[in-house]
């Protein structure tokens, strides 16, 4: 789950985009005398070439997080390049969002 190479800042050819779907869905137990304090955003993208959501919430003492994403196969235009760096980098942005736990005072 490394970050995706589109760096460059422009493009001349298209890019060509595998079709892929994943569903994942990872638990948590919370230690005890910890609580979340933070979560990141739920996220939910939709674009011609693929979608991807992301839900975090905690639940009997388990921290649930859950990710969907589906890439279309297909050539996209050069023209479309920045769409695509954004989508990437809001996909690798939000499977790095740290979760904050705290000290319970109960």
Same mark, same amino acid.
């Given at each position: 789950r490394s970050g995706f190479a589109l760096t460059s800042q422009t493009r001349q050819s298209p890019i060509w985009l595998d079709s892929i779907s994943i569903e994942e869905t990872s638990r948590f137990i919370l230690p005890v005398g910890f609580e979340v304090d933070e979560l990141p955003e739920d996220v939910k993208l939709e674009t011609v070439f693929g979608k991807y959501e992301a839900t975090f919430e905690v639940r009997d003492q388990q921290l649930i997080c859950t990710r969907k994403r589906m890439l279309r196969s297909g050539l996209i235009p050069a023209q479309d390049y920045e769409a695509v760096q954004d989508f990437?980098?809001? /996909? =690798? $942005? =939000?499977?790095? #969002?740290? !979760? /904050? $736990? /705290? @000290? #319970? !005072? @109960?």
């Open positions: 990437f980098h809001a /996909v =690798t $942005l =939000t499977e790095g #969002s740290p !979760v /904050v $736990l /705290v @000290r #319970s !005072v @109960r």
